[in-house]
């Protein structure tokens, strides 16, 4: 078996760093730029942190849990590394692109892992038009926000929206309201994976608006386009018997 070239990287924590230091003593280590696998050492938010830093090299991502929740992140254990890197699962998946226009008439575009999500600035509710690939859908959905969520993303904080969760392989995406005031009734779409979601927002002045792209936050948008970045790929790795597809449908039974 060839070694695989690891690099380790942990989150400023306790926890990961003594997660860091107990692997680096006990396996050859390399800088990420030699890397063939970068092993990530922290929560589910450091590991985001790590695909959109890493996300240019392609390198691999084996995470393993040293925060709290850990979804998207292996059990943490020294014993058995590179062979757990041999035998682990890899999932590779596309994220979501997000342009945004300002009132003030910038452009700033971002990567979202998890999600693009527009939110009200202020007390205000947020009125918002939707359209899918060029047509309107919803004429005004006032709200405190609406989001879009990858598969990936589905089971953060979509779900705590009360959207569905997607299996990987679903080629689909969550369109799901944030606190819906007007429709009421109206409970988000699935869509296509290759749907382009167009917000346009109604009074900006008036009910301004930010867009969220993962943890990349845009101030007073008008008009922010979503789909996804074909052209970018990032690639997590888990052990057999943990892996993300497994994790999604087991979160679909879960208490």
């Known amino acids: 078996?060839?070694?695989?070239?690891?690099?380790?990287?942990?989150?400023d924590t306790e926890p990961a760093r003594e997660a860091r230091d107990g692997i680096v003593a006990r396996y050859p280590t390399v800088d990420v730029k030699k890397a063939d696998v970068i092993v990530a050492l922290g929560g589910d938010g450091f590991l985001?942190?790590?695909?959109?830093?890493?996300?240019?090299?392609?390198?691999?991502?084996?995470?393993?849990?040293?925060?709290?929740?850990?979804?998207?992140?292996?059990?943490?254990?020294?014993?058995?590394l590179e062979e757990r890197l041999a035998k682990a699962t890899h999932v590779s998946l596309h994220p979501l692109r997000m342009d945004a226009t300002t009132i003030a008439?910038?452009?700033?575009?971002?990567?979202?892992?998890n999600e693009v999500a527009l939110f009200r600035q202020q007390r205000q509710t947020a009125k918002v038009r939707i359209s899918i690939d060029g047509v309107v859908r919803l004429d005004e959905l006032a709200c405190d926000g609406v989001l879009i969520a990858t598969p990936a993303g589905s089971t953060a904080y979509n779900l705590s929206a009360h959207g569905p969760i997607l299996p990987l392989g679903a080629g689909l995406l969550a369109l799901t309201p944030i606190s819906a005031f007007r429709p009421r009734r109206w409970r988000g779409a699935l869509l296509q994976r290759t749907a382009?979601?167009?917000f346009d927002v109604m009074e900006p002045d008036k009910r301004p608006v930010s867009a969220?792209?993962?943890?990349?936050?845009?101030?007073?948008?008008?008009?922010?386009?979503?789909?996804?970045?074909?052209?970018?790929?990032?690639?997590?790795?888990?052990?057999?018997?943990?892996?993300?597809?497994?994790?999604?449908?087991?979160?679909?039974?879960?208490?």
């Open 1 to 11: 078996m060839t070694r695989p070239r690891i690099a380790v990287i942990a989150a």
């Open 48 to 80: 985001l942190q790590t695909l959109h830093r890493f996300i240019g090299t392609k390198l691999p991502v084996f995470g393993m849990n040293r925060g709290s929740v850990g979804f998207l992140l292996n059990e943490h254990r020294e014993d058995d």
């Open 105 to 113: 008439g910038q452009s700033a575009s971002a990567i979202a892992i």
């Open 196 to 198: 382009r979601v167009g």
């Open 212 to 255: 969220t792209a993962d943890n990349m936050e845009v101030r007073d948008v008008v008009h922010v386009e979503v789909y996804e970045a074909t052209d970018i790929s990032f690639t997590l790795m888990f052990d057999p018997d943990q892996n993300l597809e497994e994790r999604v449908l087991k979160e679909q039974f879960a208490p």
